[in-house]
């Protein structure tokens, strides 16, 4: 069955600190990726996607991952976190085109000290 | 517009009492899933409708779990003599259309106890 793995469970960074999320997932055919992320007290919002193309995607709020196709990866990354950045994320995928269901990594909490 | 909505935002019920959730899509959206967030883990796939049918129900956990779209748009999960295993927070999410390269807009969730 396919799956995605989050590496980090807790991450805890200083403000200005530079963010890497690990990600990796299961599946040999093609794939959409998300990373999605909630604010405390808030609901699950899209931080950004990928579907084809340009394997570096922006999304909100300076974030940015890679997709390497060879490792199963899309990490997330932000050169400089700032205190509002203290969420959850996590990483999604589902299978091109076919089903639509969302099969996400069980997330990593960031804690961004001001 | 107004995002998707779930009612009641929570939930405590006792061990064999049957609960019902509510999830309001955004208008105009015609698939709508549900998933599960237990503590520590990230959500978990139920069911997903397009339109009024269950599209793909898979990821239900046994039979007492059961949800309907009888006029595709409120979607309705129900679960049949609640277990202390069922607690956990319960996500709605709807999309334009289905296929992959729909975003799933979330709800807020309704976190179920069951004591």
């Known amino acids: 069955a396919q799956s995605v793995s989050q590496h980090n469970h807790h991450v805890i960074l200083s403000e200005a600190a530079s963010l890497e999320l690990g990600c990796n997932y299961s599946?040999?055919?093609?794939?959409?990726l998300f990373w999605y992320v909630q604010y405390p007290g808030q609901h699950l919002q899209l931080l950004l996607k990928y579907f084809s193309g340009d394997p570096l995607v922006k999304g909100i709020k300076g974030f940015e991952a890679e997709f390497i196709k060879s490792k199963f990866s899309f990490n997330l990354r932000k050169p400089s976190v700032q205190w509002s950045d203290t969420a959850e994320y996590f990483c999604?995928?589902?299978?091109?085109?076919?089903?639509?269901?969302?099969?996400f990594g069980k997330g990593t909490t960031l804690s961004v000290s001001s | 517009g107004a995002g998707v909505s779930q009612t009641p935002s929570n939930k405590v019920t006792e061990k064999g009492k049957y609960v019902e959730l509510r999830c309001d899509p955004i208008?105009?959206?015609?698939?709508l899933y549900w998933y599960r967030q237990s503590l520590g883990q990230g959500p978990e796939f139920l069911i997903y409708f397009q339109g009024t049918g269950a599209a793909d129900d898979s990821g239900l956990p046994n039979d007492r779990f059961f949800a309907v779209r009888p006029e595709g748009s409120v979607s309705t999960l129900k679960i049949q003599r609640t277990e202390r295993g069922d607690s956990a927070v319960y996500l709605c999410?709807?999309?334009?259309?289905?296929?992959?390269?729909?975003?799933?807009?979330f709800g807020p969730g309704t976190r179920l106890t069951v004591l």
């Open positions: 999410a709807s999309s334009l259309t289905s296929g992959g390269y729909n975003e799933q807009f």
């Open positions: 599946y040999g055919g093609t794939v959409n």
């Open positions: 999604a995928v589902n299978l091109f085109q076919a089903g639509t269901a969302l099969i």
């Open positions: 208008s105009g959206h015609t698939a």
